[in-house]
């Protein structure tokens, strides 16, 4: 006796193809429209004013960063250096910590003291860690020996940060350059990239200084 084949059930109505109204209807040509909508989403305001920030910028800035990323990378390498390279390096990055603050807020005396206790703080602070420690004086009294390191590096990229921050800030609105608090703000950032690099420069003298004969000035 042979089974007879289940019936076929139906999952549920089929689909009705609109009617001549629903067609017709506003609210179905948007839906249709809609649904075939191709192509990304329109940029955020957010996205859009960093694309404004990134196409205003001069292009001398990235040249800048290229040379500041490039002296950094150098510094992963252990090398040679005279002792007045050693000791200039940190002087020029606390030059233009110190400068970029200035321009940024040159009506905030306060912020200028707040960057020299910020670079006092972190010199100290970086010489009771020892960031600095592995600099040795080299065979000649004119010369050090400084091991890689990528500390230099990111210094260096805190710094550019801190001060293209600031700089887009003011573009956008220089009423902020009056603000105390947003010039203290900058001034501890400023100082405290800027005494971790002096340290290394106070760190290079005293070697240099240990090496000169008794008896002679250093």
Known sequence: MSRQPPAFRRSGPAPRPPSGDDAASPHHDARRQASFALGPAPPTRRHAMLIAILQHTPGWVWLLLAALVAYGLAQSTPKQVSTARAMAAPLVMAVLSWSGLAAAFPHQPLALAAWGASAAAALGLARRLGLWRGMRRAPSARHLLLP?????????????????????????????????DLGIVFAFAYGGVSGIFLARGLQAWRLTRSALPQGLPG
């Open 148 to 180: 890689g390191s990528w500390l230099p590096l990111a210094l260096i990229l805190c710094l550019f940060a801190i001060r293209f921050a600031a700089g887009v800030a003011l573009a956008r609105d220089p009423a902020l350059a009056l603000r105390s």
